[in-house]
């Protein structure tokens, strides 16, 4: 992380605009998280805009979905963070219009960094896919 940019990253500006839970964006998921003060979770159903090969929801879009859910774990434990590096493993592949729970919790956090995992499920508790990412904290959440 020596090499990063040096960014000012404004956590306040655009919020409505992200493309995971920004709930003004046209194209966005949408996605909306609880916490249980522990794990963060959502739910979402991916339909045809989502899809990859026909039928099949796109692996990019299950990343983002681990990813976030990942970022909302830090940011409901008080970190604003950026993704370092993220390892996902897809058990299976997820079909369109299958409803879906999304969780994650944080198995570490320092000052500098975070790490957590995450996890795709059906209705059934079946693992579609799961994830670990370290990420960076870029400021603490305002309360």
């Known amino acids: 992380m020596a090499n990063w940019p040096k960014l000012s990253v ?50 990019g879009i299950i990343a983002c979905l681990l990813d976030e859910a990942m970022s909302y774990a830090a940011l409901f434990s008080g970190a604003n963070s950026l993704t370092a590096r993220m390892q996902t493993r897809f058990r299976r592949p997820l079909q369109l219009d299958e409803p879906l729970a999304v969780t994650a919790s944080l198995t570490k956090k320092t000052r500098r960094l975070v790490e957590a995992k995450a996890e795709v499920l059906l209705r059934d508790g079946t693992v579609v896919a799961d994830s670990t990412a370290t990420m960076f904290v870029v400021g603490q959440r305002k309360k």
Request: with cysteine; hydrophobic share 35%; proline share 4%.
């Open 10 to 59: 404004d956590m306040e500006k655009e919020l409505e605009m992200c493309f995971a839970c920004g709930q003004r964006n046209p194209i966005g998921l949408k996605l909306k998280f609880g916490w249980d003060g522990r794990v963060a979770r959502t739910e979402f159903t991916p339909n045809k805009l989502h899809q990859g090969w026909a039928g099949v929801v796109h692996g």
